[in-house]
C-alpha cells in the first residue's frame, strides 16, 4: 500500500521514515521540496504538489503546523481537493476543532474520506512509533488505516465526530503547557533557595508526581539545552487554542491562561524556535 505524506517538520520527518522503515510505500510533500531529499535517500517518492500525492496515493497522512497550512494544503491550488474523490485523507496536525470540521465537510463533499487524528507525543516517540494517536471521522477509515497507526503509535483512540480528535489534543496540550511552567518554576525556585535542583529531580521522580516529562527535560533545562522535539511556538499556539475551547465552553482557566503568558514572553524573547522546556528562561 502506498501512503502519502505532507509536512515534513520534525514530527513528519521522523513519522514518513518509520513507515519506510516498516515496509510501506510512501510519496511525499513539502512546502520546501529540498527537505525531501532525506526522504528519498530511505526510500521515498516526492510529489511536486498535495493534489499529485494524493492522486498516486490511496490515502494520504497530514502533519503541518498550524490551522492555517491545514487549510492551505487543502484548500489551495493544486491541493488535496482537487483529486480526493474516492481517497482517504488523514490529517494529524494539531488544529481546532472548526478547522478540522471544514476540512472534513470539503473532502467528504468532493467524494474522499477523512480522518482527524492527531498525535500525543514529540520527535522521540515519533522517530521510535510511540506515539498516542487520536483520531475521529470516518469508523470504516479509521478500520482501514489502523495497520499505519500501529506503526505509528502505541495506542491509537476512536473518538467518534469529527472534532473530537482535535479537543482531546488540545486538552492534552493545555496540560502538557500548565505543568511545563510549574516545573520551571520550581526547578528555578529551588535553585534559588539554595537547593540543589538536580536533587529535585530525584525527589519529583519518586513521588505521586514522577512523569515522563519532568524525567526526559529536566536534565536538559538544568544544562540550559533546547534542541526543538516540539517547538515553543507550536506549544504557545496550542494553549491559544485550548483558550478559545474553554471560551467556548465557559470553562474558567486561570492557570491554563498564565502558563500561555509565559510562552508568549519567550515567544517575544525570539525562543519560538527552541523547544517548549526553553519557557525556562522567562524566569531567569
Known sequence: MEIGFLGLGIMGKAMSINLLRHGFKVTVWNRTLSKCDELVEHGASVGETPAAVVKKCKYTIAMLSDPAAALAVVFDKDGVLEQINGKGYIDMSTVDAETSIKISEAIKAKGGDFLEAPVSGSKKPAEDGQLVILAAGDKAFYDEALPAFDVLGKKSFFLGEVGNGAKMKLVVNMVMGSM??????????????????????????????????????????????????????????????????????????????????AFKKARSLGLGDLDFSAVHETLK
Not at 533557595?193 to 513521588?207: A, F, K, R
Request: proline share 7%.
Open 180 to 261: 511545563m511552567n510549574a516545573f520551571s518554576e520550581g526547578l528555578t525556585l529551588a535553585e534559588r533557595s539554595g537547593l540543589n535542583p538536580s536533587t529535585l529531580l530525584d525527589v519529583l521522580d519518586l513521588g505521586a508526581i514522577s512523569n515522563g516529562m519532568f524525567k526526559l527535560k529536566g536534565p536538559t533545562m538544568l544544562k540550559n539545552s533546547y534542541a526543538p522535539a516540539f517547538p515553543l511556538k507550536h506549544q504557545q499556539k496550542d494553549m491559544r487554542l485550548a483558550l478559545a475551547l474553554g471560551d467556548e465552553n465557559a470553562v474558567p482557566m486561570p492557570v491554563a491562561a498564565a502558563a500561555n503568558e
